[in-house]
């Protein structure tokens, strides 16, 4: 009786050495080590930006929102600010005016101190211009030293 290739088991495929290249061997799974490296990188930058972030535009507790900007001139803005504070505690903020262009006409750092037992405060200051503002800004508030 001669086998056909029906009677013959369904098997991996036999081929000359050298002919066809080299075959991978079935079930081989690539690493996980390079997948494992990309995410503690990525999560290492993600660590880096976020502290810096949060140093650049600081502690919750020091918050300010301009109310409003009024009394335009060539060479004055008053900004009317709210800003919380710990209680009693005092801060530096940074305001800034620009021009209509963006061009930043004044920058001043400002020191508020709150009366013990208030957190919230409404804070007015002029600021002297180089030009005519068009939006005057707080940047960010800071722990006074």
Same mark, same amino acid.
């Given at each position: 009786? *001669?086998? !056909?290739? !029906? $009677?013959? #088991?369904?098997?991996?495929?036999?081929? =000359?050495?050298?002919?066809?290249?080299?075959?991978?061997?079935?079930?081989?799974?690539?690493?996980?080590?390079?997948?494992?490296?990309?995410?503690?990188?990525?999560?290492?930058?993600?660590?880096?930006? *976020?502290?810096?972030?949060?140093?650049?535009?600081? @502690? =919750?507790?020091?918050?300010?929102?301009?109310? !409003?900007? !009024?009394?335009?001139? @060539?060479?004055?803005?008053?900004? &009317?600010?709210?800003? %919380?504070? =710990?209680?009693?505690?005092?801060?530096? /903020?940074?305001?800034? #005016?620009? &021009?209509?262009?963006?061009?930043?006409?004044?920058?001043?750092?400002?020191?508020? %101190?709150?009366?013990?037992?208030?957190?919230?405060? %409404?804070?007015?200051?002029?600021? *002297? $211009? %180089?030009? +005519? #503002?068009?939006?005057?800004?707080?940047?960010? /508030? +800071?722990? #006074?030293?």
């Amino acid at each position: 009786m *001669s086998e !056909t290739h !029906t $009677t013959v #088991a369904p098997e991996v495929p036999v081929f =000359p050495p050298g002919r066809y290249g080299r075959r991978r061997e079935m079930g081989r799974r690539r690493s996980k080590v390079p997948a494992i490296l990309a995410l503690v990188v990525l999560l290492a930058a993600l660590s880096v930006i *976020s502290v810096r972030l949060y140093r650049q535009y600081g @502690d =919750p507790n020091y918050d300010a929102q301009v109310i !409003t900007y !009024t009394d335009i001139t @060539d060479n004055q803005v008053r900004l &009317d600010f709210r800003l %919380t504070v =710990p209680s009693g505690g005092s801060a530096v /903020c940074l305001l800034r #005016a620009r &021009d209509r262009a963006g061009n930043e006409v004044a920058r001043e750092e400002v020191t508020v %101190t709150a009366p013990p037992g208030e957190k919230h405060l %409404t804070v007015q200051h002029r600021l *002297s $211009t %180089t030009g +005519r #503002a068009f939006i005057g800004e707080v940047l960010r /508030c +800071r722990p #006074a030293a």
